[in-house]
């Protein structure tokens, strides 16, 4: 199952109003739920802005792309959507388009944006590790995003878009796996404990900062079982096929702050909707019981099958890549599925219909 099929199953929840069972074939005369998506983060919501940076962490090149909706490689970490394209499509709206795309302007940003650049983190150091945009200067963008849409649709209409708008912040897996796990001079400098102080400290000014924007309706996704990466298998697993127990035990201990400093956000800041998606739970129960989700291959990889392939590494010359992406959990040694996604995306809307939408 990839993208195109995303029909066969039908996703249903109990809204407030005249919505009760959405799919992904909306009505295209129904009102969208919410007027705008924002995204933030890193490369598990990234829909190509790393295209236009000078970055060997790109994906605009088969085989990725090849179940999306176009056939093409777009620059997203995937073989077909994200979840955020996929929650997208839930509340009535186009993907939103990254920000560096050059045909993202005017009407074409009102309904959504995407500042995610992927190999970034919480922490500023990870994304310059890479030569990519870290959150601060995501955020930067942002600021100029808010002009550029106050002169597309008014300063009071922009003013509400961005009020009533949904705002996703998915990142810190890199933090870890592409930083702290093999930078020892970062692990000279700060214990697990420090360090994960800073990437907290980073979420809440974050927050804060969009939140003084206007923003009030804020989701954020926890760390995945980093430990059940393939590429971290591959890397610690000393040739076993299993979950590295050690980095899920910090990912837990992380998410568990992350949750929460959201609940202390949220008593704080007046009028803030602020949701915490679990996708930690989610891929655990995934890898836990493939076959309830009709899962063959749970901690290889499709591209690479498990090896170190992500990125310039995951080609079309890649040896082992699978012929059908929807039997694996992970698309790439990072990086779930489209199938994956949509089984992200259709665990976490019920609980954003509630906390944000309703």
Not at 67 to 73: I, L, W
Not at 108 to 122: D, H
Not at 155 to 164: H, L
Not at 292 to 305: D, H, M, N, Q, R
Request: neutral net charge.
């Amino acid at each position: 199952m990839h993208s195109k099929s995303f029909n066969d199953w039908t996703v249903c929840v109990v809204l407030i109003a005249s919505f009760s069972c959405i799919t992904d074939g909306l009505n295209p005369s129904k009102r969208p739920l919410v007027p705008s998506i924002i995204i933030f983060g890193d490369s598990t919501v990234d829909a190509g802005n790393n295209n236009y940076l000078l970055t060997v962490v790109k994906s605009d090149f088969p085989p990725y792309g090849r179940d999306f909706d176009t056939d093409k490689a777009t620059g997203r970490f995937c073989n077909g959507r994200l979840v955020t394209d996929y929650i997208a499509s839930l509340v009535g709206l186009p993907f939103p388009p990254a920000y560096l795309d050059p045909e993202a302007k005017g009407e074409k940003t009102v309904q959504g944006i995407c500042f995610a650049s992927s190999a970034s983190g919480y922490y500023d150091g990870t994304a310059e590790n890479f030569n990519v945009v870290s959150l601060t200067g995501q955020l930067k963008w942002y600021q100029d995003y808010l002009s550029t849409l106050s002169e597309t649709v008014g300063k009071e209409n922009a003013s509400s878009i961005i009020s009533k708008a949904v705002f996703i912040l998915s990142t810190g897996s890199n933090d870890y796996v592409n930083n702290y796990y093999i930078n020892l001079d970062l692990q000279k400098q700060y214990n697990l404990d420090q360090y994960q102080a800073i990437l907290l400290s980073s979420y809440k000014s974050f927050v804060q900062e969009i939140y003084k924007s206007g923003a009030r309706k804020i989701a954020v996704v926890s760390l995945p079982p980093l430990g059940c990466l393939p590429s971290q298998i591959t890397l610690y697993g000393k040739g076993e096929l299993k979950c590295i127990e050690f980095q899920n035990e910090q990912a837990f201990s992380f998410n568990q702050n992350l949750q929460e400093a959201t609940n202390t956000l949220k008593n704080s800041l007046p009028n803030l909707r602020i949701a915490f998606f679990d996708i930690y739970r989610i891929l655990q129960n995934v890898i836990s019981e493939p076959r309830e989700y009709g899962f063959s291959y749970t901690l290889k990889s499709c591209c690479g099958v498990g090896k170190l392939a992500v990125a310039i590494l995951c080609n079309q010359l890649t040896p082992g890549t699978c012929s059908n992406a929807s039997s694996y959990v992970f698309w790439d040694s990072f990086h779930p599925s489209d199938y994956t996604n949509s089984i992200i995306a259709k665990s976490v809307f019920p609980q954003a219909v509630k906390e944000l939408l309703s």
